[in-house]
């Protein structure tokens, strides 16, 4: 798994070189940098409303005995939304605000939800206690 894992990310890393070079022979370097800047301004600043939108849902849940299910799983697509709108790139951006993004995001909150439901179902999905052991 791990060793997938590094050729994913080796793999993304040089679609997005490529993009950027891409991007750099077509419009210029400084051109490519500030749309690089803007999308991760825009990212952290989309990030940061998008969070306290699903923060406060998963509050009100919460509040009115209800599971926040749904909201923590649009929190973790905020999460990496963010992260994705932060590292450099131009894919990563397009993914980024896709899961940033409300009526995007219910697609992959959808699929996250499907194969959370598949681990369970085969038992390779188990929750462990919190850490507090008694000695």
């Known amino acids: ?36 800047l803007a999308g991760a301004v825009a990212g952290s600043l989309l990030m940061r409303s998008e969070g306290r939108k699903v923060w406060e849902e998963a509050r009100r849940q919460l509040s009115s005995g209800q599971m926040p299910g749904h909201a923590i799983l649009d929190g973790i697509c905020v999460l990496a939304g963010g992260v994705l709108l932060i590292v ?38 188990r929750i462990q206690g919190g850490g507090f052991r008694r000695y």
């Open 1 to 36: 798994m791990v060793r997938r894992l590094m050729w994913i990310v080796i793999a993304a890393a040089l679609l997005e070189a490529a993009g950027i070079y891409a991007v750099d022979r077509w419009i210029g370097g400084w051109p490519t940098f500030l749309l690089l």
């Open 88 to 125: 450099p790139g131009f894919i990563s951006d397009v993914v980024g605000l896709a899961l940033l993004f409300p009526w995007t995001r219910a697609a992959f909150r959808l699929g996250m939800y499907g194969w959370l439901a598949r681990k369970v179902q085969s038992g390779s999905f």
